[in-house]
Antibody, heavy 119, light 106 residues
Framework: QVQLQESGPGLVKPPETLSLTCTVSGGSIGTYYWSWIRQPAGKGLEWIGRIYNSGTTNYNPSLKSRVTMSVDTSKKQFSLKLTSVTAADTAVYYC?????????????WGQGTTVTVSS | DIQMTQSPSTLSASVGDRVTITCRASQSVSSWLAWYQQKPGKAPKLLIYKASSLQSGVPSRFSGSGSGTDFTLTISSLQPDDFATYYCQQYTSYSTTFGQGTKVEV
């Protein structure tokens, strides 16, 4: 079955750029949207944005000015860049398969990766 | 942005109880609503999509209902494995937002 794995630095200094990659295994990256979601410790879920295999993106309006997503179908990977990070960006970051183009919902999730923003 | 409000924030229940969690949207989301279960240190798990469709592999004691702005997640008979935090999510248009979560505890 499809599995997702996030990777990237666990510590980022402000105001640098947070960069994460999600690798898709056990299935195709095509014909689906792929989302990033984050969760600060002890808090709720915040959707960051999604990308389609064509490169089409939708971003959370509150983060749009700092977010860039990209996809590399040959490597079955999609990526997140978040610029000008502050301590408020410290969170567990998840990637997920997004059924936006069909029934909706996020049906496959990575295990999550913790990113701490600190100097 | 569409705001999602869940109630209650915390729910105390016992094994065997019927549990109901509500989610209200700030504007109509039709049936574009999902429910997730999250346990500590784990990723969320999709339970319900399109307001009332049960995700494959999810026990039938979970059910969802509602449309427009008001939605409900029901657990017909709470099991020990069901103590967790539950989130609703709307996914209309090009954006999506989550409710703040409901923690189901003993």
């Amino acid at each position: 079955q499809v599995q997702l794995q996030e990777s990237g630095p666990g510590l980022v200094k402000p105001p640098e750029t947070l960069s994460l990659t999600c690798t898709v295994s056990g299935g195709s990256i095509g014909t689906y949207y792929w989302s990033w979601i984050r969760q600060p410790a002890g808090k709720g879920l915040e959707w960051i944005g999604r990308i389609y295999n064509s490169g089409t993106t939708n971003y959370n309006p509150s983060l749009k000015s700092r977010v860039t997503m990209s996809v590399d179908t040959s490597k079955k990977q999609f990526s997140l860049k978040l610029t000008s990070v502050t301590a408020a960006d410290t969170a567990v970051y998840y990637c997920a398969r997004d059924l936006h183009s069909s029934v909706g919902g996020l049906d496959v999730w990575g295990q999550g990766t913790t990113v701490t923003v600190s100097s | 942005d569409i705001q999602m409000t869940q109630s209650p924030s915390t729910l105390s229940a016992s094994v065997g109880d019927r549990v109901t969690i509500t989610c209200r949207a700030s504007q109509s989301v039709s049936s574009w609503l999902a429910w997730y279960q999250q346990k500590p240190g784990k990723a969320p798990k999709l339970l319900i999509y399109k307001a009332s469709s049960l995700q494959s592999g999810v026990p039938s004691r979970f059910s969802g209902s509602g449309s427009g702005t008001d939605f409900t997640l029901t657990i017909s008979s709470l099991q020990p494995d069901d103590f967790a935090t539950y989130y609703c999510q709307q996914y209309t248009s090009y954006s999506t937002t989550f409710g703040q979560g409901t923690k189901v505890e003993v």
